[in-house]
């Protein structure tokens, strides 16, 4: 039971380069959430998704894109990389219902642009 | 709206003492409460969660926590420090119907032998 799979680990960027953070969860979850954490900073909500097909901002979704067209899936893409992107990126899931909505996460992608 | 703060950045405690992470929340609902733990490079593992059952909550490895509403408090204890507690700790709230989490800003737990 694999649980949450990002890829790649580690990516270094150019300014202006994009790419894709891979996301994939095989627990059938229908809340997926990406997150970036900055030192001494916590977990900031980039993009959230309830299910397939749905989407929405968090608290810092500028610069970034989501899609969601499968449950399992839930890629986050960086169009023009800038060195305010630098950081540490989470993807997480969860099946939902508030308060016993308890998140697994994957183990994350540090991507630092250059 | 809801918000966390971690009342310590960095806790530092010899083996075999007690641990107290300190958090406090703030919630317009009546709120749901986790604690999670990040050893270093991984991601967040969920220690134990508060969701309007018994106030004092018991999750892995020794850890508790107690919730008192009338002091909007959500502190995280252990009564005896292990080497491999040393990791980072974050306090999460989440309101009513609001599926999106806040999390604090952390606090880093460092152990000595």
């Known amino acids: 039971n694999a649980g949450v799979t990002q890829t790649p680990k580690f990516r270094i960027l150019k300014i202006g380069q994009s790419m894709t953070l891979q996301c994939t969860q095989d627990?059938?979850?229908?809340?997926m959430y990406w997150y970036r954490q900055d030192p001494g900073m916590g977990l900031k909500l980039i993009y959230y998704s309830v299910g397939a097909g749905i989407t929405d901002k968090g608290e810092v979704p500028n610069g970034y894109n989501v899609s969601r067209s499968t449950t399992e899936d839930f890629p986050l893409r960086l169009e023009l990389a800038a060195p305010s992107q630098t950081s540490v990126y989470f993807c997480?899931?969860?099946?939902?219902?508030?308060?016993?909505?308890?998140?697994?996460f994957g183990a994350g992608s540090r991507l630092t642009v250059l | 709206a809801q918000s966390v703060t971690q009342l310590d950045s960095h806790v530092s405690v010899s083996e075999g003492t007690p641990v107290l992470l300190r958090c406090n929340y703030s919630?317009?609902?009546?709120?749901?409460l986790f604690w999670y733990v990040q050893h270093p490079n991984k991601g967040l593992q969920l220690l134990l969660k508060?969701?309007?059952?018994?106030?004092l909550v018991k999750g892995i490895n020794g850890f508790e926590a107690e919730f008192k509403k009338s002091e909007t408090s959500f502190h995280l204890t252990k009564p005896s420090a292990h080497m491999s507690d040393a990791a980072e700790y974050f306090c999460?709230?989440?309101?009513?119907?609001?599926?999106?989490?806040?999390f604090g800003a952390g606090t880093t737990v460092t152990v000595r032998a």
């Open positions: 999460v709230v989440s309101d009513g119907d609001d599926y999106k989490l806040s």
């Open positions: 997480a899931s969860g099946p939902g219902s508030s308060g016993a909505n308890v998140l697994t």
């Open positions: 919630s317009s609902y009546s709120p749901s």
């Open positions: 627990m059938n979850h229908n809340y």
């Open positions: 508060y969701t309007s059952a018994a106030t």
